[in-house]
């Protein structure tokens, strides 16, 4: 199992990026998806978090701007970033809960390599 993160990049203040994970191999069933981000110095912290009902929860930071979402079918996770400021700049992490198909080992979390976000003044 693995998730793969992209569409990271370079953007100026006031633009938008949309990150798109993809969590692919042997998975049953995917519980709740989440995006975090860790700018250097700094601890990773949550930014969003989407259940499989679609109930959603952000960070005070991003409320407003970010968007997550989720494609159960493509076992894809989003998060639409609007009106980007310097500080969002960061590396971009999702994981997931899931289960592994063939396995007896419940609830596992799962995490991708990240993708930068750099927000220019």
């Known amino acids: 199992v693995q998730l793969v993160e992209s569409g990271g990049g370079l953007v100026q203040a006031g633009g938008s990026l949309r990150l798109s994970c993809v969590a692919s191999?042997?998975?049953?069933?995917?519980?709740?998806m989440r995006w975090y981000r860790q700018a250097p110095g700094k601890q990773r912290e949550l930014v969003a978090t989407?259940?499989?009902?679609?109930?959603?929860s952000y960070a005070d930071s991003v409320k407003g701007r970010f968007t997550i979402s989720r494609d159960d079918a493509k076992n894809t996770v989003y998060l639409q970033m609007n009106s980007l400021e310097p500080e969002d700049t960061a590396v971009y992490y999702c994981?997931?809960?899931?289960?592994?198909?063939?396995?007896?080992?419940?609830?596992?979390?799962?995490w991708g390599q990240g993708t930068q976000v750099t927000v220019s003044s």
């Open positions: 191999g042997r998975i049953f069933t995917i519980n709740v």
């Open positions: 989407i259940a499989p009902g679609r109930t959603t």
């Open positions: 994981n997931a809960d899931l289960i592994v198909r063939g396995t007896s080992s419940g609830w596992e979390i799962y």
